[in-house]
T-cell receptor
C-alpha cells in the first residue's frame, strides 16, 4: 500500500521556538494532504487541508499564522508551528490523498511535539 | 455540525471475550470508515462501508453498516491483546470527520 513518511517522530523544543514537521508521500503523488492534531486520549481533529501549489484551507479555530503549511510539491507538505508554547504540545498527524481520491487517505505515523 | 458518537469510550476486557463498539450519527453517511490506531502511530484503515445493511468481515472483526446508513458497529470475536488500541470511525466526505474513538484494552 501507499506509504506516508512523517519526520520527525518526536521533537522537544523550548517555548518560543519554531518547529517544522515534514510529511512525504513515498510512492505516490499526493495532490492533497491533511494535517490533524490529537491530544492525549482524544480523537483526531482536522487542522487544515493542503493542496499542492495553493494556500491551505484551515479549519475554524486554527490560527493560520501560527501553523504555517507549505505544500510545494506533490510529495511533500510541511507544517511549521511558529513560536511554540506548551499548549501546542500534541500529537500531529498528516495524511495524503491521491488526486480524485480524497476519500482514501494514507496516514503518517505522527509527530509528538513537546514544548517545554 | 455532523457529530459522530462512539460508544463505549473505554473498554477493558479479558482475552477471549467478545465485544461490540458503536458509531452513531444523526445524519446519513455517504460512506463510513473504521480505523485502528496504536499508541504513537497514525491510524490504519480497517474497512470502508458504503451500502446500507452491508456487513464486512476482516478475520475476527465484523463491521456492519446500518440499514439507514446512520450507524455502524464493529464486533470483535475472541479478542486478543493485539487488538488493543483506539478504534475510530470516520465519516467520509470532502474530508474525514472522526468520531471520539473507543479505547480498547485486551488483557492477557
Amino acid at each position: 500500500g501507499a506509504v506516508v513518511s512523517q519526520h520527525p517522530s518526536w521533537v522537544i523544543c523550548k517555548s518560543g521556538t519554531s518547529v517544522k514537521i515534514e510529511c512525504r508521500s513515498l510512492d505516490f503523488q499526493a495532490t492533497t494532504m491533511f494535517w490533524y492534531r490529537q491530544f492525549p486520549k482524544q480523537s483526531l481533529m482536522l487542522m487544515a487541508t493542503s493542496n499542492e501549489g495553493s494556500k491551505a484551507t484551515y479549519e475554524q479555530g486554527v490560527e493560520k499564522d501560527k501553523f504555517l503549511i507549505n505544500h510545494a510539491s506533490l510529495t511533500l507538505s510541511t507544517l511549521t508551528v511558529t513560536s511554540a508554547h506548551p499548549e501546542d504540545s500534541s500529537f500531529y498527524i498528516c495524511s495524503a490523498a491521491i488526486l480524485g481520491h480524497k476519500n482514501i487517505q494514507y496516514f503518517g505515523a505522527g509527530t509528538r511535539l513537546s514544548v517545554l | 455540525t455532523q457529530l459522530l458518537e462512539q460508544s463505549p469510550q473505554f473498554l477493558s476486557i479479558q482475552e477471549g471475550e467478545n465485544l461490540t463498539v458503536y458509531c452513531n450519527s444523526s445524519s446519513v453517511f455517504s460512506s463510513l470508515q473504521w480505523y485502528r490506531q496504536e499508541p504513537g502511530e497514525g491510524p490504519v484503515l480497517l474497512v470502508t462501508v458504503v451500502t446500507g445493511g452491508e456487513v464486512k468481515k476482516l478475520k475476527r472483526l465484523t463491521f456492519q453498516f446500518g440499514d439507514a446508513r446512520k450507524d455502524s458497529s464493529l464486533h470483535i470475536t475472541a479478542a486478543q491483546p493485539g487488538d488493543t488500541g483506539l478504534y475510530l470511525c470516520a465519516r467520509v466526505g470532502n474530508m474525514l470527520t472522526f468520531g471520539g474513538g473507543t479505547r480498547l484494552m485486551v488483557k492477557p
